[in-house]
Structure formats: C-alpha cells, structure tokens
C-alpha cells in the first residue's frame, strides 16, 4: 500500500492564482481530512469527510473549498490564493470512529509547502 | 470549540533520561487522545493513542496517562534516545473525527 499520498510536494503561487491539492489514499478509509501547519500553531483543521459525498468545515475553513466524489479521493481546492494561505497542508485518512481505538488511527501523508506571494 | 494546550513548548534532555510533556484539554465530551511524533519534512506518525475509558497506556517506552476528572493528559518517554528527537503533538477529539491539536513540543536528546 502507498498509503497517503500528496502532490504537489512544493507550490509557489501568486495572490489570486487557484489551484488543487491532491491527496489520496489506497487505505479503503472512509474518513479523511485536510490540516495546516504553520510555525508555532501545530495543526489546524480545514475540512473533513466521513465518506464519499459527505464533508464538513473544520477549525479554519475560510478560503478554501473540498469535494468527495470517490473514497480514494480527496482534494482542496484554493480559489483565489492569499499570502495568509502560506502553509504545510497535511491530508490524513482513517477507517473512522468506533469503538475500536486501531479505527481512530489518522494516516498523515508527506505534506504540500505552499507558498503564496 | 475544543481547546488544547500543550507545555513544555521545548524539551531537552541527556540521553537515557525520561522526558514528559503535558496536554490540558477543555471538552469532557472528547474521548480519543492521541500522540504525534513529526521529523523534520516529514508528516506526523502516531506514536501512541489513549481512550477516556483507560486510564494507562503503555507501549514499550512510551506511556500515556490520562486523567479525565482533571481533564488532562500526559506522554512519558522513558530512556531516551537520540532518535527520539522531534516534535510531539498532543490531540483531542469525539471518536477520533476531528482532531484538535497542541501546539507541539521541540524534544531534543543530547548525547
């Protein structure tokens, strides 16, 4: 298994460009979401899902739009890019809550350095 | 919302000591508390993961505590090694969805 996986690994933007992170998993994870990470902030939640067709806002969704069209599938998308949006941005997958703790376990992928200016 | 802090916000200790860092966390309803280790480039990797039911957790060198009544949690590394150098992320969450993170901890093991 591959596991999570990110691209791009680096980004540059302008402010206004758009663009999609992609992430996926070959997990057969129902739950997957996105974070980002800035310095001394930790992670910070930006949407999630809980299966395909089904997501929600996170701490910090402001900017930023998801879809899930498939299980294996779950990209960001940033519409119009600010320089706030400068980030590491982390995509995670689970098999989901339960009573089984090994169900709560988050895969972290490798992560996207995002850069706007 | 759930509200996690974390302390120390950087740790150093002599290799073969024990290391401890503490997570307060603010919702009773939260009941899955895990434990992220981070290298450098690197996306976070569960080192250990506690639910509200257990009060004690252990897995070779690390330890996790939890203390619901005080609503806190705590990870102890016991015989340090240098590769134990990273940043740990305590977590908060309902069943594992949305996690609500610490700030971090920089543990650095000198030799």
């Known amino acids: 298994n591959a596991g999570v996986t990110q691209t791009p690994k680096f980004q540059v933007l302008k402010t206004g460009q758009s663009m999609t992170l992609q992430c996926a998993q070959d997990m057969n994870h129902e739950y997957m979401s996105w974070y980002r990470q800035d310095p001394g902030m930790g992670l910070r939640l930006i949407h999630y899902s809980v299966g395909a067709g089904i997501t929600d806002q996170g701490e910090v969704p402001n900017g930023y739009n998801v879809s899930r069209s498939t299980t294996e599938d779950f990209p960001l998308r940033l519409l119009s890019a600010a320089p706030s949006q400068t980030s590491v941005y982390f995509c995670?997958?689970?098999?989901?809550?339960?009573?089984?703790?090994?169900?709560?376990?988050?895969?972290f992928g490798p992560g996207t350095r995002l850069t706007v200016l | 919302g759930e509200n996690v802090e974390q302390h120390p916000s950087t740790l150093s200790v002599q290799e073969g000591d024990s290391a401890v860092i503490k997570c307060t966390y603010s919702d009773s309803a939260s009941n899955y508390f895990p434990w992220y280790k981070q290298e450098l480039g690197k996306g976070p990797q569960l080192i250990i993961d506690?639910?509200?039911?257990?009060g004690e957790k252990k897995d070779q060198r690390i330890a996790v505590t939890l203390n619901k009544t005080a609503k806190h949690f705590s990870l102890h590394i016991t015989e340090t090694q240098p590769e134990d150098s990273a940043v740990y992320f305590c977590?908060?969450?309902?069943?594992?969805?949305?996690?609500?993170f610490g700030k971090g901890t920089s543990l650095l093991v000198t030799p």
């Open positions: 995670a997958s689970s098999y989901g809550s339960g009573e089984l703790v090994d169900h709560n376990e988050q895969f």
């Open positions: 506690i639910r509200s039911n257990v």
């Open positions: 977590a908060a969450s309902l069943w594992g969805y949305a996690l609500n």
